[in-house]
């Protein structure tokens, strides 16, 4: 049984249909758009129902328990129902679990933090793939990893040489078997504690994936990391400023000294060859760089690489100019921490769009740098009183406004940007989509519509 008619309940499904196991896909509920999706895998053989609470007595109507129950990442693991099933003996499994059985074949490089692990995901499947190597990415970016290996049996392809996957905690927690042959972790602050109750079960959650990792990469600039860094009998560290500004505990394994990218046998390549705004970058760049040089990839392939990638759809991502105004597209930055990265990394002022779903989290940072940074800034969705309350409670002297959703705030952010001497507006909304969206990658692309929908020149 399947809990759950998203992408990676859906890619589960049609993995194991495809392995001959039957299987019921439960969805609680019903919309036109999940009735098309259900009948797109009844015509494929797959069972489904939708309507059908995660509630004791569905499973009780069954005519026979479940053998197993897969979970998709956006129902709690600690959710009554599933404990009451794991007490009856039912197994109780992550999604990313039937992904990872079906590809053991095939090493994983497995990356997880609070920020910057959609960047690395991208530059490491970048890199690889510049390299020629076949190296996918899947996981909580883009495809899902069942996806992806039922696509490759499908085929008849050969199996990748290495599999890029993104890993959120939700995954992580649910699939505990996850032993990557490389594991990285880019950054940790407080996020999803909602969920995870504590700072300290959402640190061990995403520990536990580099505790099962061959390597283990972690970032040295990371003040929670760093702060732990005694308690890992083996790992490898990178910094984005000199190695003697660590503790002499850390031996960083790459490290940026003069402008260049330096290893312990010697420089590697220039440190600006990744065009892209922010120290966090820099970070992000010597991550990928390490995994690049563990699987072989000459320094100058990676230098190369560098240069040509693209960057990342919804992560600081530079839309079309109009006017004298840039348009940058955040919408990955689902929390405080995430949006205080974009506010650093951009030139002010500039005029903010934030606001959807509230998470909990420090405020502070954020506040400091929208202080800084921005002349002006549109609230919408379902934070925008919390924010704009947040917002006066911090003696923020900019304009504030508030309307209901991007519709609306897009047409008055290209008022105010050169009302207010602005070069810059940035969406990047420190807040969950799901008030308005299905997901962050939907906000994004609403976004990129409505500023290509504005008037080409501004006054």
Known sequence: MILGLGRSGIGAARLLHHQRRPVLLLESRDTAELQARAEQLRAEGIAVQLGTPLALASFEALPLPPAAVVVSPGIRWDHPVLQQLRAQ?????????????????????????????????????HLLSQAGLDAPLCGNVGFSAAELALERLQSGQRQPDWLVVELSSYQIEATPELAPAIGLWTTLTPDHLERHGTLDNYRAIKRQLLENSALRLLNADDPDLRAHAASWDTAQWITAGPRQNLPPTIKPLLWIENGLVMHSRGPLFAADCLAMPGEHNRQNLLLATAVALEVGIEPTVIEAACRCFPGVPHRLERLSVRGVIRWFNDSKATNYDAAEVALKALDGPLVLLAGGEAKQGDARGWLHQVQRQAAAVVLYGAARQEFTALLAGSGYAGRVLAVAGLAEAVPLAAELAPAHGCRSVLLSPACASFDQYRDFEARGDHFRQLVEALPELQA
């Not at 039937?98 to 490491?124: C, D, E, F, H, M």
């Open 89 to 125: 003996g039912i197994p109780v499994q992550g999604e990313m679990l039937i992904a990872w059985q079906a590809s053991r074949a095939v090493p994983w490089i497995g990356i997880t933090g609070t920020n910057g692990k959609t960047t690395v995901t991208y530059l490491v499947h």
